[in-house]
């Protein structure tokens, strides 16, 4: 069994900051990606960004220079931390994490709101 628990979800004014943090526990070989996606209301979850288990990253385009994507392997944790926040950053934030233990297989954390008011 794996869990993944994000915090660092919260409401902020355009311009701020928000730091995400998910934390992979349990039945873990190794991590080959981990990454964050998002669903606003009405639209589908697309990619935010996500980290390789290098360094390699990718970015969605709408957040290319504002948001960063970094790694603790140690901790199995991965980071988001966004910044110059915009109201269409809005959205339920979901961690997910491609693992292997059995097999290889991916998993998601339960989502954590990020609100950003104009």
């Known amino acids: 069994q794996v869990q993944l628990v994000e915090s660092g979800g919260g409401l902020v004014q355009a311009g701020g900051s928000l730091r995400l943090s998910c934390a992979a526990s349990?039945?873990?070989?190794?991590?080959?990606?981990m990454g964050w996606y998002r669903q606003a209301p009405g639209k589908q979850r697309e990619l935010v960004a996500r980290?390789?288990?290098?360094?390699?990253?990718n970015y969605a385009d709408s957040v290319k220079g504002r948001f960063t994507i970094s790694r603790d392997n140690a901790k199995n944790t991965v980071y988001l931390q966004m910044n110059s926040l915009k109201p269409e950053d809005t959205a339920v934030y979901y961690c997910n994490a491609r693992i292997t233990n059995s097999g290889r297989y991916d998993y998601w954390g339960q989502g954590t709101q990020v609100t950003v008011s104009s």
């Open positions: 980290i390789f288990s290098g360094v390699t990253t």
């Open positions: 349990g039945s873990i070989l190794s991590i080959n990606v």
